[in-house]
């Protein structure tokens, strides 16, 4: 066994401006050359723990630490920050914010410049961390020419000097298009094997992490580390549904059929996993009956006809067309920089068309002002502090009423009704402030559909969210669609969304539609999985290794996820 | 005194010069994108928002920096030259409005009651007849000669522009930022009424 | 939005966007002082032609310069209008008191050669000071600028203000447009040409707020990014965009030797010693 790089021992910490410590009795080694994923719910104390590693913790959010935390030796009370970084890298998850630099290699070099290097012996230690990540020919590109992924890469390399000998990865794949969070898993696992560091990752997304192998899996809950050890007992066991965390779909898919699951197995990983005790289980499952999901669909609400548009010279989305139907539930997927959100825009008004028609209930949108398409069409961004203006969460939702003069009775009743749908309505005084990020999301959803749109487009719904927000969110935009027929599109990276929540997936690739079909078509053909970086799924590799034809079984996932998600699980066979 | 010396400069770590930086970049952008032209050289701009945030949460040395350096940066990215009378000025007037924690408003802990307003307003004015109506044109005639009068007369309009934004959209806007960030107490549910 | 900006964020490859940032803040500096200390035609004029020409070898777009030097050529047209109007004779305080009437309209007002002299002396002077900041902001990356401050032994903290501000400009930009949209959205009439001035003033008042707490909320992420790649540990720093001097910055570094002498004999003869204000009029 390796020496160990960090060592918890009885360690807690508490905030400054807590009252209670967030973290508890926390005992942890992590050797040399080990890969750790950190799994735990929102608010367990995961990035707490990482900033204790790095320093951050006390160095830049004061606190009491108890017990002991060894790093590389160093007692991290007593070290400094700056000692640290010559250990620890961190990658945080805000791929916007880290990036310091103007360029790429300004931003790779960042921390050589405050090291005092020369320049001489700074140009070729960039090079090499640039190729590492394989972006040596980016380094004068200035951080709006990037996509999402080569952000990410900037700011590993920017990391990678000198001796590092651990790296930390506080949720990595947020906001990345499946493809390139395929692409930075592969990635942090060949730099754990060239390199030979020892990596910490901090992921929500446990399907996406195993796409590579993890040697341990540490998980959190409420301050506690309450499962350390091997991936695949703790997939057999039911610790990650206890605790809120998403299982991987094939999991997922194997549980439903009843397959009984043993820590011996392999089952973290989809290819070597032996299938033959679990193989009639799953297939007597799969013949099972199950009703179709059939939804509700009513007339054509919007037509959307050969749409070109471009900001500047260069055309962003060339000849689009598509039609949504009312009540439909539509997911726009596809690489980032694709023009999904750009479609939205379109779709809303903001922009207008080059070419091509938008049309509304049948009539052209050209003649409508953005205050009119309005009241058609609402638009979520994803961001939810962009859209919140006022601090009482009544006004807020009350603005767009009253910006069009309505009637105070007309405006206190639409307003209450909208409340109650919310689940807001006995916080409807409360301060914007007090409430969490979900409940912020909730707002401008309430916000956008107090005017009743006949649409609602959604932009990222539930990026960087735990599972049980992001279920939360999701069951209640259900609902909303089922109660009200309000027709909602979802634009996301996340194709356990569109899978689970979405009827009809709209596929965007370099502007063009490449694919409008329903997801589990889509997410069965080849030729569009590799033009819009999206990912096959590990459903997709579970029916190929059955035998199964994936469409079907896709198909037949879907309609028996939605059946126990509705109904409840059916009493065992 | 020591007290009100380390106010004044305020704490200096990274926080603070990404805070002065990010200041300093949306004084840019309000100063180009976000003002509605009056004068030539004057506009009602709502960049003079940026020291009173700057000043709330850091300092009113901190606030100074913002401002010149934000002035300097909408020169840069504006294309209108680089004028440094008018930079000093701004930093003076900066600093002046970055005095805030000083009179108690902290508006970063949710605390700007009325007597902060009319203080500030009093600020306000003050700063701007110092910052436009003595440094700034002072400045401009050393630098660049030309007749003191109308000098003083043009930095004044420019003074006057300002201090109707600080105190007509500025007080709006302290008011709504503490609201946001004052934690809120003794919230409960409040059950189905029926009317 | 980048490409809005008139400074450039990626270097170009003329002659003078080629020189360190060190050597492009020097003499933009030396020539401030030399513009500001000198109320002299003969000085001036040199100046004015060589910016010109840097202008020119920055081979810029020159559509969206046109219009900057249009509006700072009016702005300081009119400037001396006023100046005029409110003392016709500024000239002979400048001039050596000579009164030549060139043009008399009424009993007031009236041209004279001297003030001519000077109002047109001092129109040149504010066109030199800003074409000098014009060729400097088009030749120089702000990376350099954080360089070239250093170099002048500013604190590299207050160097970093001016890259950091820059590099999350046009993220700023991005987030008031995104705000003033979704307002549009839900109902907000921001067209000038529809609102009055109080209903504007309300509406920034509405956007500023999200702005505010969107710009600033990004401050923590940031510095803690920098923290973890130990910025602030020494107390110097190095800087990768700043390159090796060159044989062309070896030139500037003596003109600037020069130039500087120049500058400290000017002021003290023509700025300090002498007790009355004079400037130079060939037709005196
Ligand atoms: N800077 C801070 N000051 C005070 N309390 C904090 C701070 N950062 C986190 N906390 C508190 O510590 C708890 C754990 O937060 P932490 O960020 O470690 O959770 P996490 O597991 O990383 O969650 P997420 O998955 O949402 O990132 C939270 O309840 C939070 O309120
Ligand atoms: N306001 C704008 N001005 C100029 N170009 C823009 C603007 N907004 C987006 N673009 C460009 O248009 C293209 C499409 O962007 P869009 O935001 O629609 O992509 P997306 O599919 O939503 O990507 P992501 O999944 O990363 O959010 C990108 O290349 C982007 O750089
Ligand atoms: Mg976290
Ligand atoms: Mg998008």
Redesign the pocket.
């Known amino acids: 066994m390796s020496a160990p790089i960090v060592e918890f021992k009885n360690f807690g910490f508490r905030?400054?401006?807590?009252k209670s410590p967030?973290l508890y009795d926390i005992n942890l080694t992590i050797r040399k050359g080990e890969k750790v994923l950190i799994l735990?719910?929102?608010?367990?104390?995961?990035?707490?723990?990482?900033?204790c590693i790095n320093g951050l913790n006390p160095f830049s959010?004061d606190?009491v630490i108890t017990g002991s935390c060894k790093v590389a030796g160093m007692e991290t009370k007593d070290a400094s920050i700056f000692a640290l970084s010559k250990v620890v890298g961190t990658v945080l998850?805000d791929s916007d914010a880290q990036f310091v630099g103007l360029s790429v290699g300004e931003d790779i070099a960042f921390a050589l410049e405050n090291q005092s290097v020369p320049r001489k012996e700074m140009l070729p230690m960039v090079d090499q961390a640039a190729r590492i990540v394989g972006m040596e020919d980016f380094l004068m590109h200035v951080p709006y020419d990037l996509s999402g992924g080569q952000k990410q890469k900037v700011a590993l390399a920017g990391v990678l000097h000198g001796d590092v000998e651990l790296l930390i990865f506080?949720?990595p794949l947020a906001s990345l298009d499946p493809r390139t969070g395929m692409t930075a898993v592969e990635l942090i696992d060949r730099i754990h094997k060239e390199q030979n560091k020892t990596i910490v990752i901090?992921e929500?997304r446990l399907e996406d992490v195993l796409h590579r192998r993890v040697d341990r899996i540490v998980l959190?809950n409420e301050?506690r580390i309450v499962y350390d050890g091997d991936a695949d007992s703790l997939l057999a066991s039911d610790l990650l549904t206890r605790y809120g965390i998403r299982e991987p779909l094939y999991i997922m898919a194997m549980k439903y059929a009843g397959c009984g699951m043993s820590p011996g197995q392999k089952l973290s990983d989809i290819h070597q996993l032996d299938l033959s005790p679990f193989e009639e289980k799953l297939k007597k499952q799969h013949l099972m009956e199950i009703e179709k999901h059939v939804p509700k669909i009513g007339e054509e609400i919007l037509r959307v006809e050969d749409v070109t548009f471009a900001y500047g010279k260069t055309p962003v989305l060339k000849d689009v067309s598509f039609t949504i139907r009312k009540g439909e539930k539509v997911a726009f997927v596809g690489k980032n920089g694709a023009g999904k959100s750009t479609m939205a825009k379109l779709i809303c008004g903001i922009e207008r068309p080059r070419q091509g028609r938008v049309l509304m209930n049948g009539a052209d949108y050209m003649s409508l002002s953005i205050k009119e398409i309005g009241e058609k069409v609402g638009y979520v961004m994803q961001n939810p502090n962009q859209m919140l203006v006022k601090d009482i969460i009544k006004d807020e939702v009350e603005l767009a009423m009253l910006l069009r003069g309505k009637s105070r009775k007309e405006m206190d009743e639409a307003v209450k009704k909208t409340l109650k749908m919310c689940g807001l309505w006995p916080m409807r005084n409360w301060p914007v402030s007090a409430v969490s990020y979900g409940q912020k999301k909730r707002v401008t959803i309430a916000s956008i559909l107090v005017l009743q749109p006949d649409i609602i487009i959604l932009d990222e719904p539930t990026a960087g969210?735990?599972f049980r927000h992001y279920t939360e969110i999701m069951e209640f935009l259900d609902e909303l669609n089922r109660e009200y027929g309000i027709t909602i599109v979802f634009i996301t990276h996340d194709m356990h969304l569109a899978i689970q929540y979405t009827d009809r997936a709209v596929v965007f690739a370099e502007g063009e539609v490449v694919a409008d079909d329903s997801v589990f078509k889509v997410l069965s053909d080849d030729e569009v999985i590799n033009r819009a970086n999206l990912k096959q799924t590990s459903l997709y590799t579970l029916a190929r290794r059955l035998g199964f034809e994936p469409e079907a079984y896709i198909e037949h996932f879907i309609n028996y996820e939605r059946m126990v998600r509705v109904h409840g699980k059916p009493a065992a066979d | 005194m020591n007290k009100v010396l380390k106010t004044l400069l305020g704490v200096w770590n990274t926080k603070t010069i990404v805070a002065i930086a990010i200041g300093a970049a949306l004084f840019g952008v309000l100063m180009n994108y976000g003002g509605i032209p009056i004068y030539t050289n004057t506009r009602l701009t709502t960049a003079m928002i940026v020291p009173v945030i700057v000043g709330s949460m850091f300092g009113p040395v901190p606030a100074f920096i913002s401002c010149s350096v934000g002035n300097v940066i909408a020169d840069l990215i504006g294309g209108w030259g680089l004028w440094f009378d008018w930079s000093v000025g701004n930093g003076v007037l900066g600093f002046i409005i970055g005095l805030l924690p000083l009179y108690g408003a902290k508006i970063n802990e949710g605390i700007f009651k009325p007597v902060h307003a009319v203080i500030y307003a009093i600020v306000c004015v003050i700063g701007n007849a110092l910052a436009f109506g003595v440094i700034t044109p002072l400045l401009t005639v050393a630098f660049y000669g030309g007749e003191l009068t109308i000098t003083f007369l043009q930095a004044f309009a420019g003074g006057i522009a300002n201090t109707a934004v600080l105190v007509i959209v500025g007080i709006p806007i302290l008011y709504a930022l503490a609201r946001r960030s004052a934690r809120g107490s003794n919230l409960v549910m409040e059950e189905e009424k029926e009317e | 939005m980048e490409n809005r900006l008139l400074i450039n964020l990626v270097p170009g490859d003329t002659f003078l966007h080629r020189l360190t940032g060190k050597t492009k803040v020097r003499t933009f500096i030396i020539l401030l002082v030399y513009i500001i200390m000198s109320f002299d035609i003969r000085l001036i004029m040199p100046l004015l032609i060589l910016t010109i020409i840097g202008l020119v070898s920055l081979k810029t777009n020159w559509k969206r310069v046109k219009y900057f030097i249009i509006v700072i050529a009016a702005v300081n047209l009119l400037n001396i209008v006023l100046f005029w109007l409110a003392d016709p004779d500024i000239g002979s305080y400048w001039c050596g008191g000579g009164n030549t009437v060139l043009l008399s309209l009424t009993g007031r007002l009236f041209l004279s050669a001297e003030t001519l002299w000077y109002l047109s002396v001092r129109f040149i002077k504010m066109i030199t000071s800003f074409m000098v900041s014009l060729v400097f902001i088009l030749s120089i990356t702000p990376s350099e600028m954080a360089a070239g401050l250093y170099s002048i032994k500013v604190p590299y903290k207050i160097c970093t203000i001016f890259s950091i501000a820059f590099r999350y400009i046009p993220d700023i930009a991005r987030d008031f447009n995104n705000i003033k949209v979704s307002l549009q959205t839900r109902g907000v009439e921001l067209d000038p040409k529809k609102a009055s001035l109080m209903s504007r003033i309300k509406q920034n008042v509405l956007i500023l707020v999200p702005l505010i707490i969107t710009s600033f909320d990004r401050v923590g992420n940031i510095s803690n990014a920098m923290d973890l790649r130990g910025f602030g540990r020494g107390k110097t720093r190095t800087y990768y965009s700043e390159h090796e001097e060159l044989k062309a910055d070896k030139v500037f570094k003596a003109i600037h030797i020069i130039l500087l002498l120049f500058c400290a004999y000017w002021i003290i003869t023509q700025n300090i010693m002498p007790q009355t204000i004079k400037m130079w009029y060939p037709f005196a």
Do not use: R, V
């Open positions: 905030y400054k401006t807590q967030t735990g719910p929102s608010g367990s104390g995961k990035s707490t723990l990482a900033n959010y606190g998850q506080d949720e901090i929500h959190m301050g969210q735990d």
